[in-house]
């Protein structure tokens, strides 16, 4: 998680227009996930426009990396079972079958892992991690992968590129590995980029430098990014729009700025009162834990640690309504 400390430069306005309908480039509709009897992910609805910025926010073991995965299709059926639709393009992802996701994989769907030393493998120079992508999606000649390589290591700030693809990724820096994963998931100009903690595995002084780079990269080729993020603030000072997730559900979706500003479901109150500023009150922790898969309560899911929770709370889950310019699903709304 990023320290509230670290500075980053406020979005513009230009890059948040608001795009006509036809636009959609990713929308999930009812998306149910089941692991055996545990439903982890349950009726999630969400919409991303071309060139928007999302942020999924929550808690540990809310689901956020569970959809990431489902999104890119390294989590599907028969690991697990799958209802509902998501929809990229307008080409249903969850009937593809492993060979077409692979053409989609790596593409027109880019993504980042939280820790570089993981994803990248320790026998490949950066150079061939790199010019993977470039040989498997475009079918680049090695002289025009190697060059394409450079001008990727080049737009990512990795200095002197024609030396460094050569080397290991042990030999690079923690925020330099993080930097040659951003320049994999750009090298086929995805349309699509899902960021999963891109810096909690780095240097609170490196972390501001990646979020931005990310951002600068996704904005100039116009693409979208999903960013799965533990922190309100920091996902509302870099994203368009916020997706607060609960135990496997969507409660609370808008424009970052209002889930901010002024949250309306008691989850994502209870998170902002996490955020840790300077001089303000004491730090307010959500009481309880998110609850365990094979014990998850039958209304609404976050009952059980809310404040205003009252008895229809406990039998019924609310759905996604409008209100005030967003969607929450709180049956009890100031
Ligand atoms: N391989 C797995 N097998 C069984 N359950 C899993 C597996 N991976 C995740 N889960 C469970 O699925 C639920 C959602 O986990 P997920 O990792 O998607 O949450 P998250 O919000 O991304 O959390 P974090 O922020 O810690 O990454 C959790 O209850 C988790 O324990």
Known sequence: MMPHAVALAPRSSENVAVQPDEEVLLDIREFTLRRGNAVVL???????RRGETLGLIGESGAGKSTLAMAIIGLLRPPEVEVAGALRFCGTELTSLREAE???????????????????????????????????????LSKYDRRERAVELMQSVGIPEPRLRLE????????????????????????????ADEPTSALDVTIQAQIMELILDRVRAL???????????????????????????????????????????HPYTQGLKSCVVELGSKALEPIPGHIPSLD??????????????????????????????????ACWFID
């Open 101 to 139: 996701y692979r053409r989609l994989r790596g593409n027109k769907i880019g993504l980042i892992f939280q820790d570089a030393t993981v994803a990248l493998n320790p026998c490949y120079t950066v150079g061939e991690h790199i010019a993977e992508p470039l040989k498997r999606h475009l079918g």
């Open 42 to 48: 349950d009726g999630v609805n969400l919409t991303l």
């Open 222 to 264: 116009n693409s979208s990014v999903v960013f799965v993020l533990h922190d309100l603030a920091l996902g509302a000072q870099v994203c368009d729009r916020i997706a607060v997730m609960y135990a496997g559900q969507i409660v609370e979706e808008g424009p970052s700025e209002h889930v901010l500003a002024r949250p309306l």
């Open 167 to 194: 080397a290991y990724p042990h030999e690079l820096s923690g925020g330099m590995q993080q930097r040659v994963m951003i320049a994999i998931a750009l090298a086929c100009n995805p349309q699509l980029l899902l």
């Open 295 to 328: 014990a998850m309560p039958a209304g609404c899911r976050f009952a059980p640690r809310c404040p205003k929770a009252q008895a229809v709370c406990g039998e019924h889950r609310p759905t996604l309504e409008k209100r005030d310019g967003r969607l929450v």
